[in-house]
Every structure is written in structure tokens, then in C-alpha cells.
């Protein structure tokens, strides 16, 4: 019977067992100074905020028959149950055993209904209070907390002043820039949880005007982000979440000068935070598409540009190209800049993307002049002829592929082009014996090679008869190949193969190849169940050959008893 969890169980003994006893006394400290403010309760599950340093966000969950905290300080983020979590623990525990028991009429009837959660309840007083009481608790609390001071600031400038000043409120809020470390970006990345709420205040007084100031906004907090370290994210978050807005507040202001904005914001996002450009197709003419074209091109034809405008130029490029730009004109651009293999397998890219198949196989042929040996333009000029119809010049040009790195890959897909003309039969036989060319790279293991791309194939008899060749030594990968596909097809060569698996793992001397050594004796005894009767005799004198052989090795000994003890004779099911 599974006992049903009480968060009023988390006693001292309970704690102790999931944290140290520094943190537990510094916790209960925590707990009885009264830091903790619970936010959620439920019968498994707490949320809640606790005073330290800085108001951390904890929450505690019982789930697999454990209890698992969740806390942002800096311990908590390690892994380990910190002090805040366990004053969390404590305060849950004390609220739960407080707790009227919920009481029952006859049998099946409802059980009471639960008190109200803390957050039920704060909202509850707060209604009753009158508004100088509640402005007295406000005033009390920012004056004993800068952040919150900051951002009720914040707020009651945008809300009074003029529109040339909202630009000061948002200012207030984002601080200058500066260098702050992982925790100080976590506080002040949570200090910007306002700002929408800002924006969206100011969009609702003067719908340009909060243009102008979440663009201002973005661009500062662009311009802080670099000197940060957000290892968790979370000041990236808010920056993803302000540059997906913009689009919200450029359709609400409706600004005939749209693209200027964009094409200034666009030269500045470099970590894809804006939307793309296609989703502002719509609030933009051909003539705006037009506009930013030419401006891409311009910063591109500028001596001088830094390589991260550049790069920024040329994306906004191709995405003027997909909403409706010149086509040609950003083609022309990148033709005349095409000298690497790269750029012309980008060339190709962008001609297909466009319905330019022609042009497109142009300049993987043109690339493939440049430099015959990469294999990546190989492939994509192999994939344009099978498209356009031409399987023996395909076939040509993935036999060349193969020949420079002949992989399990381009050796199926060398197969997959030969399969069509129906001449495989040959090509696999030229393929096989290619490997002993001088031409393939020296670090390829001709016999190994072979084994595997036939593995790969599905050839296995084949594959485990060149396995049979014990003038060639295989790597261990390739024997635990084998060994599938020998149980398949040869069950006498599996029993072989798993031998020499199985000792291969024990010579590595060390546990882990111990453990896989012993996660392969259920594999033996059921190769040797398959020879009748006198399989398990023989898997008794394999288990007794290997304590035998192995027998110094203390470690290995010990997982072999413990999987099948010594001097115990299991029955085996024939089947």
C-alpha cells in the first residue's frame, strides 16, 4: 500500500537526508525569521518567494516518491538543496500541520472544501484596504527595496510626464551599461519583467510615440546585453520577447516610415531577435521592399563595413529577395563575390530557392572547377542531375564522392544512383576493390572498410565471411557490428563473435568494460540454448573458462558472481 505524501512529513530527520546541516540550520533560521512568502499551495506542490541577498523564486515539488526543489541562487542552480529551499520546506510543512483537517460526513461523502491558497488570501485583504492604506504599504515597501522603488518610478513618470520624456522613464528602468555577472543578470533580467507593461501603457496614450520608445528600449538593452553574462538565458529571453513585440507596435502605429526603422534595427540585430522580414511584408509597399534592398546593397558596397554589418546586410538581402525584391539584383550581387566553393554552393542554394534550377546545376558545375574535391558540391551536382533526369552523369559524379571518402554514406549512396540504371551488381564489385587504390586515404583500414560498408548494405554472410579472415585484426566497433547480424544468418559464428566481444571488454581492465563484458553473457547463454540440450553445459564451462582465465581480475569476478553466481546451475528453457 503506497502512503499518501503530507508535506507536514518534512521533519528535521526528512531534510537532513536531502541537505547539509548548514544549510538546513541556516533554512530554519530563514524559516523562523519569516522570509518565506508561500505563492501556491497545493498537496504536492509549493511555490514560493524567499528575502535573502535577493528574492529568490523556489518551488518544491513531490513526485516518484521524492521531493525535488527547484531554486534560482546560485546553489540551487548547481543541483544541491539550498537554505532556501529547505526554509521553503519548513514553512510548507508548518502551514499543512496548522491546517484544520478536512472532515468527512457519512461514507462517500466530499471531503470540506481547502482553505484558500496565500495568494487567495492576500488578494482578499488587499480588496478591503482603502487606497491611503494601500499607497502607505506601497511607499514602506519600495522605500525598503530599490528594485521595487525603481520600477513604481519607472511607472509614475511614463504615466505623468510628457511624450519627449517617456524616453527617461524606460532609461530609469534599463540602468546604464555595465558588466554584471550570471546572478546579477538573473535580478536585473526579472527588474525588466515591467517593461511590457510600460510599452503597452505608453502604446495606449500615443501609438507612434511608444514606437519611438520601445525601439529606443530594444536598442539599449541590445547595446547592455553585450557586456552581460547570461549563461541561463534569461536577459535574452526579455531582449526575444521585446523584438518579437516590435511587430505589434509597428502595426498599431501604423508609421509611413517603417522601413527606415526596420532597416536600422536590422543592422543591429545580430541574434535573430526580430521577427524575419516576410511577417512585415504585409505593413510594407514595393516600393519600402525596394528601399531596403537598395540600402542592403549600399552598406555592402561600402569600403569599410565591419564584418557583422556585412553579414547583417547580406541576410536582409535574400530576405528582400523572398518578399519581393529583385531576384536578380541580389543574384548579380553574390555572383560577383562567388570565388570558395561555399559560395558557390550558396549560389545554387539561392538560385533553386528562387525556381532557378538551370542556373542553379550552372554554378555547382562552375564550383566543382573550382575545387573538384569538395565533397559537398559533389553531392549537390549529383542530386541536380538525378533531378533533371541524368543518372549515368549522377552516377559518375557518386562514384568520384565515394572515391575521395569512401563512407558508409556515399557508399549507399552510390548504391541508391547504381540501383537505377540496374548495374550495382558490378559498381559494388569496383566499390570493394577501389579501396586497395592509392588514391583513398591512408587512415582507411582496407579489410575493416570492407566489412562495414557491406554491414551497411545488408551484405552479411558476405561480411562475415571476410570476418573469418583471422590474418586481419577488427576494431571492437565492428565485432559488435557483426554480432547482430551473425545471429541472424550463422549462429556458429555469433557464438564466435560474442566470445571474442566478451573478452575484448575484459582486457580494457577497467569497469565499464567489465559491465558491457557482463551485459553480454545473455546474449551467449541464448546462443548456446539453441544447440539443445548440451548448450547449457557448454555456457556453464564458458561462465567457469571465464572465472578461471580472469580470476585476478577482482572487479570483474564480482559482477560475474553477481549475475550468476558460482556453483548455482540455472535451468534453461529450451526453446
Not at 498537496?43 to 526543489?69: F, I, K, P
Not at 539584383?329 to 538560385?351: I, T, Y
Request: glycine share 6%; aromatic share 6%; net charge neutral.
Amino acid at each position: 500500500m503506497t502512503t499518501q505524501f503530507s508535506a507536514a512529513d518534512l521533519d528535521q530527520a526528512f531534510l537532513l537526508r536531502i541537505t547539509t546541516p548548514t544549510y538546513y540550520a541556516r533554512g530554519l533560521a530563514y524559516a523562523d525569521q519569516e522570509r518565506v512568502t508561500l505563492e501556491t499551495v497545493e498537496s504536492s506542490r509549493v511555490s514560493a518567494q524567499v528575502s535573502g541577498s535577493e528574492d529568490y523564486t523556489v518551488e518544491l515539488v513531490w513526485r516518484d516518491g521524492a521531493l525535488h526543489g527547484q531554486c534560482d541562487c546560485p546553489i540551487g542552480q548547481c543541483g544541491d538543496f539550498c537554505k532556501h529551499q529547505v526554509a521553503v520546506a519548513i514553512i510548507w510543512a508548518r502551514a499543512t500541520a496548522h491546517a484544520p483537517a478536512s472532515k468527512r460526513g457519512k461514507r462517500g461523502a466530499d471531503a470540506a472544501p481547502a482553505s484558500d491558497s496565500p495568494e487567495q488570501v492576500l488578494r482578499q485583504w488587499l480588496s478591503t484596504q482603502t487606497q491611503q492604506a494601500l499607497q502607505a504599504l506601497l511607499l514602506e515597501l519600495a522605500g525598503n527595496d530599490t528594485q521595487l522603488r525603481r520600477r513604481l518610478l519607472s511607472q509614475a513618470q511614463l504615466a505623468i510626464a510628457p511624450l519627449q520624456d517617456w524616453r527617461k522613464a524606460i532609461s530609469t528602468l534599463l540602468g546604464r551599461k555595465r558588466f554584471m555577472d550570471w546572478s546579477a543578470t538573473i535580478a536585473y533580467s526579472k527588474q525588466l519583467a515591467v517593461l511590457p507593461s510600460l510599452l503597452e501603457q505608453a502604446r495606449q496614450r500615443d501609438p507612434v510615440a511608444a514606437l519611438d520608445l520601445h525601439e529606443y528600449a530594444f536598442t539599449r538593452l541590445l547595446t547592455i546585453y553585450e557586456d552581460v553574462d547570461d549563461s541561463r538565458g534569461d536577459l535574452g529571453a526579455r531582449l526575444h520577447a521585446l523584438g518579437h513585440a516590435h511587430l505589434q507596435a509597428a502595426q498599431a502605429a501604423g508609421t509611413d516610415r517603417l522601413c527606415e526603422r526596420l532597416f536600422a534595427l536590422r543592422m543591429l540585430d545580430q541574434w535573430d531577435l526580430l521577427r524575419p522580414l516576410s511577417d512585415y511584408a504585409p505593413l510594407l509597399s514595393p516600393a519600402d521592399i525596394g528601399r531596403l534592398q537598395h540600402a542592403a546593397l549600399k552598406v555592402l558596397q561600402q569600403e569599410g563595413s565591419g564584418p557583422t554589418r556585412r553579414l547583417l546586410a547580406e541576410a536582409l538581402l535574400e530576405d528582400t529577395a523572398r518578399c519581393g525584391g529583385s531576384v536578380d539584383a541580389m543574384l548579380d550581387f553574390f555572383g560577383r563575390n562567388c570565388a570558395s566553393a561555399l559560395e558557390h554552393l550558396e549560389m545554387a542554394r539561392r538560385c533553386s530557392e528562387h525556381g532557378r534550377q538551370r542556373q542553379a546545376l550552372d554554378w555547382l558545375e562552375r564550383g566543382v572547377k573550382v575545387d573538384p574535391k569538395d565533397t559537398r558540391l559533389l553531392a549537390a551536382l549529383a542530386q541536380a542531375y538525378l533531378r533533371d533526369g541524368f543518372p549515368e552523369d549522377a552516377l559518375q559524379v557518386r562514384w568520384k564522392i565515394y572515391l575521395l571518402s569512401p563512407s558508409e554514406k556515399n557508399y549507399l549512396a552510390l548504391r541508391e544512383v547504381a540501383l537505377l540504371p540496374d548495374s550495382w551488381e558490378s559498381w559494388r564489385e569496383s566499390a570493394l576493390q577501389a579501396l586497395e587504390a592509392k588514391s583513398v586515404p591512408r587512415y582507411i583500414d582496407t579489410h575493416d572498410t570492407r566489412i562495414r560498408l557491406l554491414l551497411a548494405e545488408g551484405q552479411h554472410q558476405r561480411a562475415l565471411e571476410l570476418a573469418a579472415d583471422q590474418t586481419h585484426k577488427l576494431p571492437l566497433g565492428t565485432w559488435e557490428r557483426l554480432l547482430p547480424a551473425a545471429e541472424t544468418c550463422d549462429p556458429a559464428a555469433a557464438l564466435r563473435i560474442c566470445h571474442t566481444v566478451i573478452d575484448i571488454h575484459i582486457e580494457r581492465t577497467d569497469r565499464q568494460g567489465y559491465v558491457a563484458a557482463i551485459g553480454l553473457l545473455p546474449t551467449l547463454q541464448r546462443l548456446y540454448q539453441q544447440q539443445g540440450e548440451q548448450g547449457h553445459a557448454a555456457f556453464e564451462a564458458e561462465l567457469g573458462r571465464l572465472r578461471q582465465r580472469y580470476r585476478v581480475k577482482r572487479t570483474f569476478i564480482e559482477l560475474l558472481d553477481k549475475k550468476f553466481a558460482a556453483g548455482i546451475k540455472k535451468k534453461l528453457t529450451i526453446r
